[in-house]
DNA sequence: CGTAGATTTGAATGTGGTCAATCCGAGTGG
DNA sequence: CCACTCGGATTGACCACATTCAAATCTACG
């Protein structure tokens, strides 16, 4: 019963019902048109810890929203280091840096058990014939995440590690909100090693600091589920 | 006579003759065709050095690329830091991350005398409802840019600080070299500080690498005039 | 219950930042 | 033509923050 409410065992392609409906972004890119919705969600499908989404050089074949877990998604440079770009929660777009060469130059892969839901591109670039309305949604959403990647530049360029943390456990904090939990509590899903890796951090730089902040009263953390307790002095910590 | 050939004497808008047009995203974006390209293509500014193209917050009015000079690109955060996202070269384009709220969130500053060509936003929306295939090829330069910054992430995220400027001295190389020139020399039209400020390092850190690299034999530098002496050992610090 | 992997904690090290003094070059005015 | 000025660039000394390496704990899961 708890697991119809986080629809794991539900394979129903509609969206009525969906845990992330609320912050999706196919909405969004429907024009609030449930019809048009219904068109290009067409698939669910269901991932294992671990498991990828996309590889580096495949080409695109859809892109895809987080239904219920976590995605992350990393590149890797020539010289084999890794940089963690994002964390996908509920309701959020994946796969769009694939648009330009219709191939995905990053990797996206499941850090817990997660669902998503299948936009195929096929029929996205129909549907942009016939409803330009879509392509104008799919540009904004493109240059928002424009907007969004220029302000983890200014997180990795300008600021402290302290700082740095702060603002990311604020702003998923407030991401994982949108999708409808309680603002105050969320599950950090993705590793230090993950954490640190997307923040330019070393791992044994965030456990400090997470330890810190706890000491300091601003959260509490019990294994990886986390509280803020004091959301203003962590914005206070990005000065 | 040497004027007429960077173009800054002529107000003319056709794009024959420009020096950027082997580099310039207008003729990509136009789909290779001049009639579509000359539409597009309407007014040419001409910059000083210090004057600003577009502020944070004002609405989209035209995308830009430079024909001549350069253009650096920057965000104020919140609590009024600057984040310098870019340097943009002849050929190159500028604005597209307004497109999603149709107003700029970042700046654009001339960084030496300059000369950009204006796309009136208004006049590409029209063609975009004509020609589906701007709009396909506008999407692509926006998932381009995504990979352009991701790129970026990794750098800032990964990198010391030798790693970093070599990889900005070769990149800036190499773009220059797009633009017709050759690839071994480039003016450095941007302080160090503007400089360091994009790459995460105070500007006494690049002044010192700067200087260190020279050492080492594998750049010249007389002023703001760059030539790489030694590209692969640049490229080998990149790791 | 036991192992492998994550996380935490500690101590030592080093890279890059900060502060400050000096240098250089372009532009200005005598 | 030379002194002066102002901003940018360079160089040096010192220090702090974050990394690295290492060991100890904790957690998940077979």
Redesign the interface.
Known sequence: MKANVIGLTSSCVSCRNCPASRACIATELSGQDPAIRDRIVKRRRFMQKGEMLYRPGEPLRALYTVQTGCIRTS?T?C?G?V?V?GFHVPGELLG??????QRH??EAAAIETTAVCEYPYHELERL??EA?AI?RQ??????????R??????L???RNAESRLAACLLNLSERYSRGGKRGDGFTLAMSRQDLG????LAMETVSRLISRFQDEGMLSVAGRHVQLLDAPRLHAL??
């Open positions: 590149m440079t010289d280091e940089q770009l769009i840096d694939a648009l330009g060469e130059p990053s942009m014939g330009p392509q799919l540009l904004r959403l493109l240059s928002r995440e424009i907007a990647e220029e302000e983890l530049m200014c990795l360029g300008q890796n997307h923040l330019g990005m000065e």
